[in-house]
């Protein structure tokens, strides 16, 4: 694919799809502007180039037009960021739109509305597309997170811009994605977190195709105990899922891949600040107790099995860490792994809170801004918004 600072796009105008859903409390004040802040580098090198810059992206899961899910809060704390007024369209499409677009001057940034707004966003509708695209010079994709999403603003546009091209951000996904999975510095580790192994499966069957040391940990660490004989109490497992869990552990032996599963964990009868919990062996749960968070002992072992790691990919938690009670595995993992010599890139989602909760974010090599998109890139997939920049390179080679 081509990027964006492959075409000239001096005094052109700019549509670029990003991804500013970002979280709001309930007084609309925008709690992590991470993602905001993540495409800084390609608004800014469009102005330096006296570019019209029109900013599209979603909010939230809107059913219609929901004031609650504006995209106004990010207007304010764009200008604030760029120290520049960004303008605010009432709408995406529409005649008033047109018109902001049409009359902006080089340098000028507007936000449209909620993309979302409309169902034909998501139902990738040809018509809306041609309508985002209306008195636009050159297409730029600089949301990642929504890559595997073949959405109107995503992959529809790239039927009918005159020029599309991938942004900074998703440059620097798409290279350290290649870093970790197709040309990694060896030893490989995933360390691999969250609830079920059915929401990650295809990602963990591929990533036994390449990586070196696997090494589970979170709630999906429980399926895996149960198959090992171990009783696990009332902890969340996924049951359908025991012959798979088998079938890996099998695929693991028999590449030579080093499987780890915790030794030790913290358990509770309720899931509680204020609850009871005591470290057990993973061989001495209670019978009625729940694993909520992986324990010292584990954090020893698997930091252990990092230390000569040169290449570590990260996602999901180890441990119910929403919960301070149970945040200690996870908030070790996210030292230990931010404090290696190897290099880190994390994917998204619960895992990216909580290495910002822990204030280790700039430490680690990357972080991805889209959780589900690179679940999918792990899974082998091609996404949906790079094949469409991929399918426009090849067929207009010569733009």
């Not at 890139?345 to 910002?356: E, K, L, N, P, Q």
């Amino acid at each position: 694919m081509k990027y964006l600072n492959q075409v000239n796009i001096k005094e052109k105008t700019l549509f670029i799809r990003v991804d500013f859903n970002v979280p709001l409390d309930r007084n609309r004040n925008i709690t992590d502007d991470t993602r905001i802040r993540a495409v800084l580098p390609t608004i800014n090198y469009c102005l330096d180039e006296s570019a019209k810059i029109v900013l599209a992206s979603h909010l939230g899961r809107p059913k219609g037009r929901d004031e609650s899910e504006s995209l106004s809060p990010v207007a304010r704390r764009l200008s604030r960021l760029l120290h520049k007024k960004v303008k605010f369209a009432p709408d995406c499409i529409g005649p008033e739109t047109q018109k902001m677009i049409k009359e902006m001057k080089p340098g000028d940034v507007l936000l449209l509305e909620n993309l979302r707004f409309h169902p034909e966003e998501e139902k990738n509708d040809p018509e809306f597309s041609r309508q985002l695209m209306t008195h636009i010079d050159v297409y730029v994709d600089d949301a990642f997170a929504v890559a595997h999403r073949a959405h109107a603003s995503v992959e529809g546009v790239t039927h009918v811009a005159p020029i599309c091209v991938a942004g900074f951000l998703m440059q620097d996904e798409v290279l350290y994605f290649h870093k970790s999975m197709e040309d990694p510095a060896r030893p490989l580790a995933a360390l691999i977190g969250g609830a079920k192994i059915s929401s990650k499966l295809t990602a963990l069957k591929n990533l036994l195709k390449n990586v070196d040391k696997m090494i589970i940990g979170g709630a999906m660490a429980n399926t895996f105990l149960k198959v090992m004989g171990y009783n696990v109490g009332k902890s969340l497992v996924d049951d359908k899922m025991l012959d798979t869990a088998k079938e890996m552990l099998a695929t693991a032996l028999k590449k030579g891949v080093k499987f780890y599963l915790p030794v030790d964990c913290v358990v509770t009868q309720t899931l509680d600040n204020r609850a009871e919990t005591k470290i057990t062996p993973v061989q001495e749960v209670p019978e009625d107790w729940i694993i909520a968070d992986i324990g010292p002992a584990t954090v020893t072992l698997f930091n252990e099995a990092l230390q000569n790691a040169k290449t570590i990919v990260w996602n999901g938690p180890m441990g119910a860490f929403e919960i301070d009670a149970f945040s200690r595995g996870t908030m070790a993992m996210v030292h230990n792994v931010a404090n290696s010599f190897a290099l880190t890139i994390v994917g998204g989602g619960d895992t990216d809170v909580a290495i910002h909760k822990a204030g280790e974010y700039r430490k680690f090599s990357y972080v991805s801004t889209g959780g589900g998109a690179f679940i999918e890139l792990l899974e082998g997939k091609k996404l949906p918004g790079i094949l469409a920049l991929e399918e426009w390179h090849k067929k207009h080679k010569d733009a």
